[in-house]
């Protein structure tokens, strides 16, 4: 599989812009952030039909806040507050459970980072499959 030449200085943007929870001591945090932005790098790559490698530089910002809308709007980072994650509750001696990582991999194979809101920027960069 090719890695992006930029990758970890998408990383590091990505990382900035989702700050780290204190009491991250599982390696959650860059699990999920990896690969939230290395499934968007890919998605983009598809939809443009450019190859991980070509890339444009002028992508970069638009991967960057790709990745960190589809991990923020589910709330994957922060389950203490977000009951997106919730996977059950109950009210008698009160329990919760969140979702596990493995079903947050699974939710984000089946989320489409690319929305209205990036198609015409892609659209830009988009070439004719070969």
């Known amino acids: 599989m090719l890695t992006h030449?930029?990758?970890?200085?998408?990383?590091?943007?990505?990382?900035?812009?989702?700050?780290?929870?204190?009491?991250d001591t599982d390696g959650r945090y860059k699990t999920i952030t990896v690969y939230a932005l290395n499934k968007?790098?890919?998605?983009?790559?598809n939809f443009c039909n450019i190859p991980i490698d070509e890339l444009p530089e002028e992508l970069d910002y638009t991967l960057v806040?790709?990745?960190?809308?589809?991990v923020k709007t589910h709330g994957?980072?922060?389950p203490e507050n977000?009951?997106?994650?919730?996977q059950?509750?109950?009210e008698g001696d009160t329990s919760v459970t969140f979702k596990s990582i493995t079903s947050i991999f699974s939710e984000l194979q089946a989320v489409n980072p690319i929305t209205d809101n990036y198609t015409n920027i892609l659209y830009n960069?988009?070439?004719l499959p070969e």
Do not use: G, H
């Open 40 to 45: 968007t790098i890919q998605d983009v790559a």
């Open 5 to 23: 030449e930029r990758f970890d200085d998408l990383l590091e943007q990505v990382q900035q812009l989702l700050p780290k929870r204190e009491n």
């Open 65 to 70: 806040a790709m990745t960190v809308q589809v």
């Open 125 to 127: 960069f988009r070439r």
């Open 88 to 90: 059950s509750l109950n």
């Open 82 to 86: 977000d009951s997106s994650n919730v």
């Open 76 to 78: 994957w980072l922060d």
